[in-house]
């Protein structure tokens, strides 16, 4: 078993579909080990994606990322980063295949629904960005 990190991001807090992409997420076989629903600054997001810092996107993602609550969890499965990266699609919600958190809730590249991990690596680094151990069970 290990661990992903995932937020469900503005746009699909904003639409009102948090509920939905948890359930869906638990119902792919996703043990919720810690959630909450928190506020970024500019300056927060900027830090969680410093790995992008040099992208012409940067600035316009950092502002997205903050422009409302954003839900954070740390989810628990076997393979838990490839499966949850399949479990939402491709970045670009145009590219994401049938069935998929992106295709389902994402509107654009850049509010595409929901993060999720690249690397086990990341995973343990984004997910302690956002909760202790203390938290996460
Ligand atoms: P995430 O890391 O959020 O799971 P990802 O690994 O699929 O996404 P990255 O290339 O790491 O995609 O980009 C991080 C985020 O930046 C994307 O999820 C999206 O919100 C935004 N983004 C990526 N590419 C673009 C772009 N060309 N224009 C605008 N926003 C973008």
Same mark, same amino acid.
């Given at each position: 078993? &290990?661990?992903?990190?995932t937020?469900?991001k503005?746009?699909a %807090?904003?639409? /009102? &579909? @948090?509920?939905?992409i948890?359930?869906m997420i638990?119902?792919a076989?996703?043990?919720? %080990?810690?959630?909450?629903?928190?506020?970024?600054?500019?300056?927060?997001?900027?830090?969680?994606?410093? %790995?992008? @810092?040099?992208?012409?996107?940067?600035?316009?993602?950092?502002?997205?990322?903050?422009?409302?609550?954003?839900?954070? @969890?740390?989810?628990?499965?076997? &393979?838990? %980063?490839a499966d949850f990266r399949t479990l939402i699609g491709a970045t670009n919600p145009a590219q994401a295949a049938e069935g998929t958190i992106r295709k389902l809730f994402a509107t654009s590249l850049?509010?595409n629904a929901v993060h999720g991990?690249?690397?086990?690596? &990341?995973?343990?680094?984004?997910? /302690?960005?956002?909760?202790?151990?203390?938290?996460?069970?």
């Amino acid at each position: 078993t &290990n661990r992903t990190f995932t937020m469900v991001k503005p746009d699909a %807090v904003e639409a /009102g &579909n @948090a509920g939905a992409i948890l359930k869906m997420i638990e119902e792919a076989g996703f043990r919720i %080990v810690a959630l909450k629903k928190t506020l970024l600054t500019q300056e927060r997001a900027g830090q969680f994606y410093a %790995v992008h @810092a040099e992208r012409p996107f940067y600035a316009s993602l950092c502002a997205y990322m903050s422009s409302g609550p954003i839900y954070a @969890a740390i989810l628990e499965k076997e &393979n838990a %980063v490839a499966d949850f990266r399949t479990l939402i699609g491709a970045t670009n919600p145009a590219q994401a295949a049938e069935g998929t958190i992106r295709k389902l809730f994402a509107t654009s590249l850049e509010a595409n629904a929901v993060h999720g991990s690249d690397s086990d690596e &990341n995973a343990a680094i984004e997910g /302690g960005f956002f909760f202790s151990l203390t938290e996460q069970f």
